[in-house]
T-cell receptor, first 115, second 112 residues
Framework: EAGVTQSPTHLIKTRGQQATLRCSPI?????VYWYQQALGLGLQFLLW???????NRGNFPPRFSGRQFPNYSSELNVNALELEDSALYLC??????????????FGQGTRLTVV | GENVEQHPSTLSVQEGDSAVIKCTYS??????FPWYKQELGKGPQLIID?????GEKKDQRIAVTLNKTAKHFSLHITETQPEDSAVYFC???????????FGRGTSLIVHP
């Protein structure tokens, strides 16, 4: 069974541009989480999608946005890129257990570099 | 979850020694506590987890303990090997949020 897949693995953008990152969850998983991992820092929660809806977002500006498609894959968009957006962006998927939290599995991440 | 504190930030041990990483949390509704291992250039990998109705869980050389009263949980690795070297993250999820909240990570270095 395929795990969580993210594309691209590396992305280099210029300040002010837009970046689009993609994530395919494990088959059968309806929840997708996006995290930012800046160098030397932990995992900062960005966005949570479940069954096509944005359920929650972390403390990030509105230029970080995304969506979840009917097949539960997801896209993260970062507009007006800034140098400090350079980080590893991780996607995780899980089953939403209706009150019972279940394991979240991560992809390998997209390394975004803003120059 | 609200806040997770993880200690130490760096842990250096000799091969064969034990390693212990500790986390504390503040949300009394937290009910699920996974641990992840992240190797260089890779995404975090789930290595063990524990739920709030269990006090201890073991899987070969790895064990996790949970003290709900004190709101802390720990990862124990016995007979460490060089391939255990990685960054380890604790996390917690409460029944109300579904969003894993992570500690800042512990860089474990196992010297051969």
């Amino acid at each position: 069974e395929a795990g969580v897949t993210q594309s691209p693995t590396h992305l280099i953008k210029t300040r002010g541009q837009q970046a689009t990152l993609r994530c395919s969850p494990i088959s059968g998983h309806t929840s997708v989480y996006w995290y930012q991992q800046a160098l030397g820092l932990g995992l900062q929660f960005l966005l949570w999608y479940d069954e096509g809806e944005e359920r929650n977002r972390g403390n990030f500006p509105p230029r970080f946005s995304g969506r979840q498609f009917p097949n539960y894959s997801s896209e993260l968009n970062v507009n007006a890129l800034e140098l400090e957006d350079s980080a590893l962006y991780l996607c995780a998927s899980s089953l939403r257990g209706r009150g019972l939290n279940t394991e979240a599995f991560f992809g390998q991440g997209t390394r975004l570099t803003v120059v | 979850g609200e806040n997770v504190e993880q200690h130490p930030s760096t842990l250096s041990v000799q091969e064969g020694d034990s390693a212990v990483i500790k986390c504390t949390y503040s949300d009394s509704a937290s009910n699920y506590f996974p641990w992840y291992k992240q190797e260089l250039g890779k995404g975090p990998q789930l290595i063990i987890d524990i739920r709030s109705n269990v006090g201890e869980k073991k899987d070969q050389r790895i064990a996790v303990t949970l003290n709900k009263t004190a709101k802390h949980f720990s990862l124990h690795i016995t007979e460490t090997q060089p391939e255990d070297s990685a960054v380890y993250f604790c996390a917690e999820t409460s029944g109300g949020s579904y969003i894993p909240t992570f500690g800042r990570g512990t860089s474990l270095i196992v010297h051969p």
